[in-house]
């Protein structure tokens, strides 16, 4: 993953172990002082929040963990590979767009990221400037071509 999104994910992580839990907790606290919990539908509520916490806390450890920053200077730029802009025209309405490819976790289609295991991004993958990448999407067979490619 880029340097950015490995710090994104650090203070998101950070964030949740710290102010995370503190509301979590007030949460329950809160519910509990409404007396009876065995029909406290408040209390229950804040258990399952908490679960759910503690769950993507978990995930976004295991992804930290295994987590590799890649080095943009490091990469060739005659290939289509993570990291990568690549504007394509899609063949059939001749329209262009440009794409990152990045990380499964750092994808983000409203800042025109793409994840390298997504169609589009397993499609590109080592793709050369003319080429005509044919892609299976759920829709059907969408073909691009690369247009340019820029780190």
């Known amino acids: 993953m880029t340097e950015e999104g490995y710090h994104k994910l650090k203070n998101e992580l950070e964030h949740f172990k710290t102010k995370g839990r503190e509301e979590v907790a007030n949460a329950i606290a809160e519910a509990r002082e409404k007396g009876d919990l065995s029909e406290n539908a408040e209390y229950d509520a804040a258990k399952d929040a908490q679960g759910l916490l ?8 295991k992804v930290m963990a295994t987590a590799r920053i ?19 025209k899609n063949v059939k309405v001749n329209k262009e767009v440009t794409y990152q ?11 025109k990221k793409i994840s390298v295991t997504s169609p589009i991004g397993e499609g590109l993958l ?20 690369v247009l340019n490619i820029s780190l």
């Open 126 to 145: 080592g793709k050369e400037v003319g080429d005509i990448a044919e892609i299976q999407t759920p829709a059907g067979t969408i073909k691009f071509e």
């Open 54 to 61: 503690e769950m993507k806390i978990n995930e976004l450890e």
């Open 101 to 111: 490819l990045v990380s499964q976790s750092e994808a983000n289609l409203k800042e």
């Open 70 to 88: 890649i080095d943009a200077s490091q990469l060739d730029a005659s290939k289509v590979t993570i990291l990568s802009k690549v504007t394509l």
